[in-house]
């Protein structure tokens, strides 16, 4: 069986590590997507606000706030966009409070390029 390959997406990257958020961005580039970046929750609102998104990445722990209001305020403003969550904590409990905000997958750092387009995929093609 044949997988499709993957239209390119608008994500928005919230990251706050600079060598973190660039390693990923080189990542999601290579695979075909536009990326806009932000490296504070206050940023990645800007982009929410102005900005068309199919899909945001986003760190749990950013200098002024967390990626948690971040996912339920994306809720609010673009139902539709969906989330993946960043974190270096990935027990039972961190998973669902990720879940639990609306996010739809919750990756461990450090993140490898395979495990991000799976979770991009498996995202973007669930209902």
């Keep these: 069986m044949e997988v499709e390959p993957q239209k390119p997406l608008k994500i928005l990257l919230v990251e ?3 060598p973190t958020r660039a390693a990923l961005q080189s990542v999601l580039s290579m695979a075909g997507h536009t990326t806009a970046t932000a490296d504070t929750l206050a940023a990645a609102l800007e982009h929410i606000r102005g ?3 199919d ?3 986003s760190d749990i722990q950013l200098p002024d706030g967390d990626g948690l209001t971040l996912m339920r305020q994306l809720r609010v403003l673009k ?6 969550a960043l974190s270096g904590f990935g027990t039972d409990e961190d998973v669902d409070r990720s879940h639990q905000a609306g996010f739809r997958e919750h990756l461990v750092k450090p993140i490898d390029g395979q495990s991000l387009a799976d979770a991009i995929r498996r995202t973007t093609l669930t209902s």
């Design 79 to 84: 139902p539709v966009v969906r989330g993946i």
């Design 55 to 57: 899909l945001m990445i």
């Design 16 to 18: 706050d590590d600079p």
């Design 51 to 53: 900005d068309q998104l």
